[in-house]
């Protein structure tokens, strides 16, 4: 079975950085397209980012373009998520997610989730 488990959250002040990990267990890691999403209290989850297999392909949601960076090493089992210029409505859970088809835009395309990672970001 695949576990994902994300780390690196915390608090922050406006304009600080965080970067967020997520390490992966289980087979074929690099086989799959991964993906990041955000959860504020009381709205849906929303796409973030995600990257392709081999990580020559990267998508972003509008509001984190040139803010967010999402990489991977498939050689460490791990993603990232390098969140530099954050605001406070960054303030959500952050998750990762292992792509199983379909648009990345979509919380349905992927089909392991790992427990989510506390992002604050204070004014």
């Known amino acids: 079975q695949v576990q994902l488990v994300e780390s690196g959250g915390g608090l922050v002040q406006a304009g600080g950085s965080l970067r967020l990990s997520c390490a992966a267990s289980?087979?074929?890691?690099?086989?799959?397209?991964m993906g990041w999403f955000r959860q504020a209290p009381g709205k849906e989850r929303e796409f973030v980012a995600a990257?392709?297999?081999?990580?020559?392909?990267?998508y972003y949601a509008d509001f984190v373009k040139g803010r967010f960076t999402i990489s991977r090493d498939n050689a460490k089992n791990t993603m990232y998520l390098q969140m530099n210029s954050l605001k406070p409505e960054d303030t959500a859970v952050y998750y990762c997610?292992?792509?199983?088809?379909?648009?990345?835009?979509?919380?349905?395309?992927?089909?392991?989730w790992g427990q989510g990672t506390q992002v604050t970001v204070s004014s």
């Open positions: 289980g087979r074929t890691f690099s086989s799959y397209g």
């Open positions: 997610a292992r792509r199983s088809g379909g648009s990345f835009y979509y919380t349905t395309s992927y089909d392991y």
């Open positions: 990257i392709s297999w081999s990580g020559g392909g990267t």
